[in-house]
């Protein structure tokens, strides 16, 4: 039950964090050098510039064939992750055990548990990769001896270190409940035999089997 809890907490920290990851333009940074009063900040679906004096103005990204392949590809992963990860919080919540869903049957809820688990798990997957995506293309940009100096670099956004996290979270809490879906099936007794009805040996030395209703007759 207290892997079950911690995969469900992770499992929700973990989809949200991928959500505001999806949709808040911070994965990456610039700041100019001969205007230092101004940041710009690039996501998946907008870029936004922040003044001196806090005002923030947003121009989303043009074409959608038009964009880069690291942007196009990770939007599309992004928004994957989102429902997978919703679909494995649901699967999963009807699993666990606390809940009366499917009580009488817990095959089925071990096999609920199993696809919330693998759902999150893979939520995992396709949210590190479009995010390390975009952070290895960040570094390439950056060292790039080819730009002159002069040209301002882009820089890792806090968006990229959440989408980390995001996606570490959504993998264990995947690994966390199909762990406990594997355990709480090995916990399961064995459902006992039926009793058979007692020997008793008949007067030419066979075996025969009592029915309760003459075992009263025998003597």
Known sequence: AKAQAGGMLLALLGWVSSCVTTFVPLWKNLNLDLNELEVWNMGLWQVCITQEEGVVECQAHGSFLALPPELRISRLLMCVSNGLGLLGCLLAALGLEGWRACEDNPGQKQRLLLAGGAALGTAGITTLVPVSWVAYNTVLDFWDETVPDIVPRWEFG???????????????????????????????????????????????????HLHPKNADLVI
């Open 158 to 208: 806090e968006a990229t270190f959440l989408g980390w996290f995001a996606g570490a979270f959504l993998a264990a809490s995947g690994m966390l409940l199909a762990c406990s879906a594997r355990s709480t099936s090995t916990a399961t007794p064995p459902t006992p035999a039926g009793r058979q009805p007692p020997i008793t040996r008949g007067p030419a030395g066979g075996h025969h």
